[in-house]
T-cell receptor, first 111, second 111 residues
Framework: DVKVTQSSRYLVKRTGEKVFLECVQDMDHENMFWYRQDPGLGLRLIYFSYDVKMKEKGDIPEGYSVSREKKERFSLILESASTNQTSMYLC??????????FGPGTRLTVL | GQQLNQSPQSMFIQEGEDVSMNCTSS?????WLWYKQEPGEGPVLLIALYKAGELTSNGRLTAQFGITRKDSFLNISASIPSDVGIYFCAGRGGGADGLTFGKGTHLIIQP
């Protein structure tokens, strides 16, 4: 079975803090994705990566950056967290041409 | 960008009833996917459709890829309490592996 894990299920941070969200997949997938999910807005793509050290902006990249130093790991970074980044963050991975498999999500609250 | 219209937004039904939800798009998709998300968890893939006209079942769930490639529906027969959750459709167009998501159908079952 595909397994996508995220480092934390719940996080509480203060405005201005640097936040790291980690995602690991164990299926040797080339593609990895970060989404945020908000009520009424559905899932919105922040960044994705097709290969190690490669990244592409999604629909809402502002205020975020990513890092993919190893194939199995994709990190989302909030350089200076703000209250409007309070959200559910979902990581997904896929092999080219196949479906995306999601992690359990990280619910981030920025105070 | 591409948009998916998913309906209904929410459904309140009695246990044992059948459920039907659908997604439509102004663009053609090559793949349709249906996910279910339970509170506090990431979306879990239910059914993947890869060919126009394809009808696929997974237990009590049946989904179809519309002939025009611009729509898909999901049916759940004889609903049970554990069917409660949010159901998302997602489509993938030509090129890349990015998905476009519907905003979800929130299914609530009254015993």
């Amino acid at each position: 079975d595909v397994k996508v894990t995220q480092s934390s299920r719940y996080l509480v941070k203060r405005t201005g803090e640097k936040v790291f969200l980690e995602c690991v997949q164990d299926m040797d997938h080339e593609n990895m994705f970060w989404y945020r999910q908000d009520p009424g807005l559905g899932l919105r793509l922040i960044y994705f990566s097709y290969d190690v050290k490669m990244k592409e902006k999604g629909d809402i990249p502002e205020g975020y950056s990513v890092s993919r130093e190893k194939k199995e790991r994709f990190s989302l970074i909030l350089e200076s967290a703000s209250t409007n980044q309070t959200s559910m963050y979902l990581c997904a991975s896929s092999s080219s041409g196949s479906t995306q498999y999601f992690g359990p999500g990280t619910r981030l609250t920025v105070l | 960008g591409q948009q998916l219209n998913q309906s209904p937004q929410s459904m309140f039904i009695q246990e044992g009833e059948d459920v039907s939800m659908n997604c439509t798009s102004s663009s053609i998709f090559n793949t349709w996917l249906w996910y279910k998300q339970e509170p506090g968890e990431g979306p879990v893939l239910l059914i993947a459709l890869y060919k126009a006209g394809e009808l696929t079942s997974n237990g009590r769930l049946t989904a179809q890829f519309g002939i025009t490639r611009k729509d898909s529906f999901l049916n759940i027969s004889a609903s049970i309490p554990s069917d409660v959750g949010i159901y998302f459709c997602a489509g993938r167009g030509g090129g890349a592996d990015g998905l476009t998501f519907g905003k979800g159908t929130h299914l609530i079952i009254q015993p």
